[in-house]
């Protein structure tokens, strides 16, 4: 099994900025994750990609987000990060990491969610 454990969210006003971490581990090796990337929920609405990013560096985001969000990643320690900036209410969800891993003795990827990390603007 591979565990995200992802932090960063909390509560910030109309245009300030947060980062959101995760980091990816698992009782054997990991060999690649691509791509590692970020959904969110709000209530009442479908889960939506945020952003993603792959080993090669390319990167996908929503359209409602394109110019405020960044993600990185680390790949050396299996961890990404998304840097928020001017968030606005509509920004308020659970944010979720996810990873495709691929891992020492699995011949296939698999994917995996973290536990989610609530982020709410307040106006």
């Known amino acids: 099994q591979v565990q995200l454990v992802e932090s960063g969210g909390g509560l910030v006003q109309s245009g300030g900025s947060l980062r959101l971490s995760c980091a990816a581990s698992a009782s054997e090796p990991i060999l690649i994750i691509n791509p590692m990337g970020w959904y969110r929920q709000a209530p009442g609405k479908q889960r939506e990609m945020v952003a993603r990013?792959?080993?090669?560096?390319?990167?996908d985001y929503a359209d409602s987000v394109k110019g405020r969000f960044t993600i990185t990643r680390d790949s050396a320690n299996n961890a990404a990060y998304l840097q928020m900036r001017s968030l606005n209410p509509e920004d308020t969800a659970v944010y979720y990491c996810?990873?495709?891993?691929?891992?020492?003795?699995?011949?296939?990827?698999?994917?995996?969610w973290g536990q989610g990390t609530q982020v709410t603007v307040s106006s």
């Open positions: 996810t990873a495709n891993v691929r891992r020492l003795g699995y011949d296939n990827y698999q994917n995996f």
């Open positions: 990013i792959f080993t090669s560096g390319s990167t």
